[in-house]
C-alpha cells in the first residue's frame, strides 16, 4: 500500500492528495473461476472515509474472460447509521513490469448508502493483459486503486490580508503572557485582521485585553512559548506543520480550538489522521471527542472496529484516560456492548 501522493492541483485550481492501495493477482487468465472476487486492504483517507479495491479476476457474472475492478468507499464510523453522499474522484490502473501506470481509468462518482462501488464491469481483457505482456516476471497482475480528497487550503498570502487602511494605522504590540513564565509580542493590527477570535477581545470596551494590550494565558497548560509560537506563526503565515510532534500538533489543535481558528484545527488534524492507529486510538480520541471532526470520525472508526484489541493496548493507561473524560467511559461502555451483541450473534449463527 503506497503513501499518499500529492499532487500541485486539480484541473479546477484545488490541491488534492490521492491514496493508493494495490491488488495482486496471480495469472487471472487461468484457473479463476467466473465472478470470484478478491480485495485489497482497507485505506484510509485523511477526512476519515476509506476505500479499498476489488476485483474479479475472470470478470463479473456475465464477463468472463475480462478483469473487472472497482473502488469500494466506506464512510467515517460516525455517518454509518445516516443517509450519506460523497463525491470522489478515483481511478484504476495497472503497474507494469517495464511501464509504472498503462491503463489508467479516472472516475468522478457521486457515492452514497446505495452506491457504494465505482468502476469497470469490463476493466481489461485477458488477451490484452497477454497481448501486451502487463503480467509481472511471476505471472502476476498488479491493479492499483486510487483515491483523491482536498487537501487543507493552501496558507493564505499575508499580503491577501493587508491594506492601505491597516498599514496607515500606527502599530501597537500586544503581550501574550504565557503558562511557563515567557511572554510572546505580537503586532495588534495583525492580530485583529486575521482573528475575529482576537479581535472581538481587543475591540470591546468591557474586556481588559482591549485596554491592556495583554493577554493573560498563564493559567492555560497548553499556552506555553512552543504552542503559542506555533499559533501566532500561523496567524501570520497561514502555515502550520508539527514535523511530526504528535504532542504539538494536539496542544496546537487545542489552542486553535479555543481561539476558534478552524483553519489550524483542519490543518492540526490533517497532520494527526495518519498518526492514529490501534495503539494510540483510545487516548487520541479522548482529546477530540465530542469535536465533531474528521481527526474524531477516525478514531472512531478504529476503535469500534477493533474494539477488544484497542482495549488490550491501551490497558495502562486506561484508567487515566477514563478519568480525563467520563463521556469517553460512556462510549466504550457502549462499544463493549455491541461487540458482545455481535459476538453472541455470530456464536449463535455458528
Not at 477493533?306 to 495502562?316: F, G, I, M, P, Y
Amino acid at each position: 500500500m503506497a503513501a499518499p501522493d500529492p499532487e500541485p492541483q486539480s484541473a479546477d485550481g484545488e490541491r488534492r492528495i490521492w491514496h493508493s492501495a494495490e491488488i495482486v493477482v496471480d495469472n487471472p487468465t487461468q484457473n479463476w473461476p467466473n465472478d470470484r472476487q478478491v480485495e485489497s486492504a482497507w485505506m484510509a483517507l485523511q477526512s476519515g472515509w476509506r476505500f479499498r479495491v476489488e476485483a474479479y479476476p475472470n470478470g463479473q457474472a456475465g464477463h468472463e474472460g475480462w478483469v473487472s475492478a472497482y473502488i469500494h468507499i466506506q464512510p467515517p464510523a460516525s455517518l454509518e447509521n445516516f443517509e450519506w453522499r460523497r463525491q470522489f474522484t478515483h481511478r484504476l490502473w495497472i503497474r507494469g513490469p517495464q511501464v509504472d501506470k498503462m491503463h489508467v481509468m479516472t472516475f468522478s462518482t457521486l457515492f452514497h448508502k446505495e452506491i457504494c462501488s465505482s468502476g469497470k464491469h469490463q476493466f481489461i481483457s485477458h488477451s490484452q493483459i497477454l497481448w501486451a505482456g502487463w503480467l509481472t516476471a511471476d505471472r502476476k497482475l498488479r491493479i492499483i486503486g486510487e483515491v483523491s480528497e482536498a487537501a487543507p487550503l493552501a496558507p493564505q498570502p499575508l499580503s491577501a490580508q493587508c491594506s492601505l487602511e491597516l498599514l496607515a494605522i500606527k502599530p501597537e504590540f500586544i503581550s501574550f503572557l504565557l503558562h511557563d513564565g515567557s511572554t510572546l509580542y505580537f503586532d495588534k493590527r495583525l492580530l485583529i485582521a486575521r482573528s475575529s477570535h482576537f479581535a472581538n477581545m481587543l475591540s470591546g470596551e468591557m474586556w481588559r485585553e482591549g485596554q491592556t494590550n495583554t493577554i493573560d494565558l498563564r493559567s492555560n497548560k497548553q499556552a506555553d512559548s512552543r504552542n503559542m509560537g506555533a499559533v501566532l506563526c500561523h496567524l501570520m503565515s497561514g502555515h502550520f506543520s508539527a514535523g511530526g510532534d504528535e504532542e504539538l500538533a494536539f496542544s496546537v489543535r487545542r489552542l486553535a480550538d479555543q481561539f476558534c481558528m478552524a483553519d489550524l484545527v483542519q490543518q492540526a488534524e490533517f497532520e494527526l489522521q495518519p498518526v492514529v492507529c490501534k495503539d494510540n486510538a483510545l487516548r487520541c480520541l479522548g482529546k477530540v471527542l465530542g469535536s465533531g471532526g474528521a481527526l474524531e470520525a477516525r478514531c472512531l472508526e478504529i476503535v469500534k472496529a477493533n474494539a477488544c484489541e484497542v482495549l488490550e493496548h491501551q490497558r495502562d493507561l486506561l484508567e487515566q484516560v477514563v478519568d480525563e473524560n467520563p463521556e469517553l467511559a460512556k462510549f466504550l461502555m457502549r462499544v463493549l456492548l455491541d461487540a458482545a451483541k455481535t459476538w453472541r450473534s455470530s456464536a449463535n449463527g455458528s
